[in-house]
């Protein structure tokens, strides 16, 4: 008994850390999902929507089912680069706002996800004078479960668009999961 005691203090009071016991929180697993250059570059006249999509393969390895999770744009793996140093101009005030939505849906549907997918988003990407990328708001949006089912099948189709404040190039290299058991 005084040996079991002790893992439940070291675990903050959690039974096994699995179950959400008198104030645990759930476990989340940080997971990324590297976007090919035909999902992930965009091409952007400012203030037009702009759509990629295509395939995403999600490994799960750890024979482990989600049961929960949220999608993360991170602000550090996305890049915005102006057409011409003269379009900075534009921009009259100290920060700018990137748009980015995510859609998803079953592999099946990947000729179609960007009007029917699943939509997270928009979120808002802020940039400071000279584009940098410094905050994402929301920060997270909880994922459904038909999300969530396509995830523990493995794949699925992946539509992101964006709306940025000047012409140039927008790279989203990645996005986040926190996916909880």
Excluded: H, W
Aim: proline content about 7%; hydrophobic content about 45%.
């Amino acid at each position: 008994m005084k040996k079991i005691s002790r893992a439940v203090a070291v675990s903050g009071g959690c039974v096994l850390g699995l179950l959400a016991v008198a104030g645990c929180q759930p476990i989340r697993l940080p997971v990324t999902a590297a976007l090919a250059s035909s999902i992930g570059s965009f091409l952007v006249q400012a203030g037009v929507p702009t759509t990629q999509s295509g395939p995403v393969t999600f490994n799960n390895t750890t024979g482990i089912s989600v049961g929960s999770g949220v999608l993360r744009l991170d602000p550090s793996v996305i890049t915005v680069t102006a057409a011409a140093p003269g379009k900075l101009v534009t921009l009259q005030a100290p920060s700018a706002t990137l748009m980015v939505t995510a859609r998803v849906a079953p592999l099946s549907e990947r000729e179609t996800v960007c009007e029917t997918g699943e939509t997270y988003g928009p979120f808002d990407v802020t940039l400071d004078a000279t584009l940098q990328p410094v905050s994402v708001d929301p920060s997270s949006v909880a994922l459904t479960q038909s999300t969530i089912a396509l995830l523990n099948a493995g794949e699925f189709s992946l539509c992101l668009e964006v709306v940025s404040p000047v012409d140039g190039t927008v790279t989203i290299a990645s996005l986040a999961f926190d996916l909880g058991l």
